[in-house]
């Protein structure tokens, strides 16, 4: 389960809250000094904890919430709000153009998922009556071009490549101008990643925005990583600017660190979730389905 060691410690802190028939400031103060441990045990941004925590004690110390009949109820709903907030309180759709093709880059790390992630993303586009192109413009992995036209061909998506001799933004213009003259309304590139992130990658990155002029960019990161994920997050919003985020490999994420804190950190929101390798192991990002998971 996601975010199992999480929600664990949570669900345990709250059965005792709700245990009680009374609740005073010192259980709240408990519950929370517990909340706030597993939150820095699931890896969650120091200060986005902090800032979570005094926000729920603020409304949960109010006398109406003590006084009332289910106090330890009302806590838990308060969380359940606080949780959902933290993750963004709506769901974050792709803006499509309305002046066709729609122009999504996909930006991370090496290993994020990138690759997978344009699959999959392909294919959630195509349900929606629309004609996605896939863009091959990571040219220094060896075999993402490959990877890319295999991901393209099982969710019967055309992908656009010129191999790997071409630089980034030459691809990505004469993708786009593919995409025009074979009527692609939304085209989707996959850019190169490295397995740090360094100035060259940046500036090539920077390259083919300014040349092409994206409506999304949105950034792949690997959920696993927690705190690095945040980490990368920011500097890619910092050089780049991005529009959102994907969260790839919740399945293997037991802790949710990454999930919890990248909102709050980046200010972006989190536009799809990724919970499998296969291609239709995608879902658009729901931050209260994400609260209630983790609250059980
Ligand atoms: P890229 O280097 O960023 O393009 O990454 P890839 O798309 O090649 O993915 C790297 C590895 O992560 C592959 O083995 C994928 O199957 C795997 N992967 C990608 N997304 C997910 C996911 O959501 N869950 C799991 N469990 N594996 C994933």
Redesign the pocket.
Known sequence: MIFEGLAEKLQNTFHKLKGKGKVNEKDVNDAMREVKMALLEADVNFKVVKDFVNKVKARAIGAEVLESLTPGQQIIKIVNEELTELMGSTQSKIAFSSKPPTVIMLV??????????CGKLAKLIKKQAKRPLLIAA?IY?PA?IK?LQVVGGQVDVPVFTMGDKQNPVNIAKAGLEHAINHGNDVVII?TA?RLHIDDELMGELQSVKESIKPHEILL?VDSMTGQDAVNVAEHFNEKLGIDGVIL?????DTRGGAALSVRAVTNKPIKFA????KLD?IEVFHPDRMASRILG
């Open positions: 991370g790390l090496q290993g994020a998922g990138k690759t997978t992630t990571d992995r993402a990877q996959d990643g792949v790839t490999k919740l399945d293997g990724a919970l499998g390798e192991d």
